[in-house]
Structures are given as structure tokens and as C-alpha cells.
């Protein structure tokens, strides 16, 4: 027979969601130095946003 799970205490479920952010930013940094296409779509997006920044 199995025992039921107990229900994650806050301070466990945020340090779940570290846990995850932390997974997802370790790839998309991966990515960003792995492939060129992506870190194009970066470099545009920053590029656009300067240009944004400086027309105000």
C-alpha cells in the first residue's frame, strides 16, 4: 500500500522554482554560445531595443 504524498511546503516549492529557473537560464545561455541562428535573434533584439532607448 502506498502512502500519500505530503504537500510541498512553501520554502520547497520556491526552491523548486529555483531549481528550474535556474535549469532553463543554464540552457538558454548553452544555447545562446551553441547556436548562431539564436544569438542572431538576440543581437537583433538588442540592437532594436537600443535604437527604441535612444529615440525617446
Known amino acids: 500500500m502506498e502512502t500519500p504524498t505530503k504537500p510541498m511546503t512553501a520554502r520547497e ?6 531549481e528550474v529557473k ?3 537560464q543554464r540552457e538558454a545561455r ?3 554560445q551553441t547556436d548562431p541562428e539564436y544569438r542572431a535573434v ?13 529615440s525617446k
Open 13 to 18: 516549492k520556491i526552491r523548486r522554482l529555483v
Open 22 to 24: 535556474e535549469q532553463v
Open 42 to 54: 538576440f543581437e537583433r533584439l538588442e540592437k532594436e531595443n537600443a535604437k527604441r532607448r535612444v
Open 30 to 32: 548553452e544555447r545562446y
